[in-house]
């Protein structure tokens, strides 16, 4: 497509249910990045893949979050047993090449997770 | 103290200002250094980019580095209305961050017409 698409844009959802984050980036890019987004704050690292190989998911705040990349395309983060201190914005991103550091990455529009 | 600190502002300037916004980090081993623009509502997209120490034109945009002081600064001349929008440093290149952008906290900028 012609950016990085995420879906749902907006989630409200009860304190310990699941959710599921969907993320679909931009045609024939290799690397996808998960962010998170405080409000007042900067995107913070999550976890990113090359092609469905997840390369290092360091960010992660603890085991209730995952991630994939089955066809190393379209990624889904999904966070089990919901806390209130999980809302935030969820942004995706994706670049072309997978080793350069400095490689332009393109942001999605994010997904806003609100949990009460 | 965060490794990327950045002035949250806002900022507030007449059109046609020069402005200058700045990060300053202390991870010596950053090397790549860039600068994102985000409009509300919208996702970070990327303005500038710079590799090690040196100063980077684009149009009215400059991003400076100066890696012994651990600074950059992203100036823009003739500021408009349309340049107001949160402004996001963010750094890589040290070898235990891989992949990794490590963000400022961004900088609010208002140009008033």
């Known amino acids: 497509g012609a950016g990085v698409s995420q879906s749902p844009r907006y989630k409200v959802t009860k304190r310990g249910q699941d959710v599921a984050l969907r993320c679909d980036p931009i045609?024939?890019?290799?690397?996808l990045y998960w962010y998170r987004q405080a409000l007042g704050q900067g995107p913070e690292f999550l976890t990113y893949?090359?092609?469905?190989?997840?390369?290092?998911k360091s960010g992660l705040p603890n085991d209730r979050f995952s991630a994939e990349r089955p066809e190393g395309s379209i990624s889904t983060l999904t966070i089990q047993r919901t806390e209130q201190r999980d809302s935030a914005m969820y942004r995706c991103?994706?670049?072309?090449?997978?080793?350069?550091?400095?490689?332009?990455?393109?942001f999605g529009e994010g997904s806003w997770l609100t949990v009460v | 103290q965060k490794e990327v600190e950045q002035d949250p502002g806002p900022l507030s300037v007449p059109e046609g200002a020069i402005v200058s916004l700045n990060c300053t980090y202390s991870?010596?081993?950053?090397?790549?250094f860039m600068w994102y623009r985000q409009y509300s509502r919208k996702g970070p997209e990327l303005l500038m980019y710079?590799?090690?120490?040196g100063n980077k034109e684009d149009g009215r945009f400059t991003a400076q580095v100066d890696k012994s002081s651990k600074y950059i600064s992203l100036f823009i001349r003739d500021s408009q209305p349309s340049d107001s929008a949160t402004y996001l440093c963010?750094?890589?290149?040290?070898?235990?961050?891989?992949?990794?952008?490590?963000f400022g906290a961004g900088t609010i900028l208002r140009v008033k017409s």
């Open positions: 991103a994706s670049s072309l090449e997978r080793t350069h550091p400095g490689n332009t990455i393109y």
């Open positions: 991870n010596s081993a950053f090397q790549y």
């Open positions: 710079t590799y090690s120490s």
């Open positions: 045609s024939g890019h290799v690397s």
């Open positions: 963010a750094m890589s290149g040290a070898v235990e961050y891989g992949n990794k952008l490590v």
């Open positions: 893949f090359n092609y469905e190989a997840q390369q290092d």
